[in-house]
């Protein structure tokens, strides 16, 4: 897994992020990448699969459930 370092980030940002993580019971660096993420929108076509899946009949409950709620949350921005 590569390690990423942000320089310059604005006060109110950190602050936010502090503030949203701590909301949600998760560390700063957990909820920088789950932001990421969302932001890339990387995980769009897993959870579009996983609806057709749904859909079909045919998908398996995820095992980390909470995971899945807070991923589809929409972010406070």
């Known amino acids: 897994m590569a390690t990423l370092h942000l320089r310059n980030v604005p006060?109110?940002?950190?602050?936010?992020?502090?503030?949203?993580?701590?909301?949600?019971?998760?560390?700063?660096?957990?909820?920088?990448?789950e932001a990421l993420r969302r932001g890339l929108g990387v995980d769009q076509a897993?959870?579009?699969?996983?609806?057709?899946?749904?859909?079909?009949?045919?998908?398996?409950?995820?095992t980390d459930v909470a995971a899945v709620i807070r991923q589809s949350r929409p972010d406070p921005d």
């Not at 959870?47 to 995820?62: F, H, N, S, T």
């Open 11 to 33: 006060d109110d940002l950190d602050a936010a992020l502090a503030a949203d993580a701590a909301a949600r019971g998760i560390s700063k660096n957990r909820r920088a990448i």
């Open 46 to 62: 897993s959870r579009e699969r996983l609806v057709e899946e749904i859909r079909r009949g045919r998908a398996v409950a995820p």
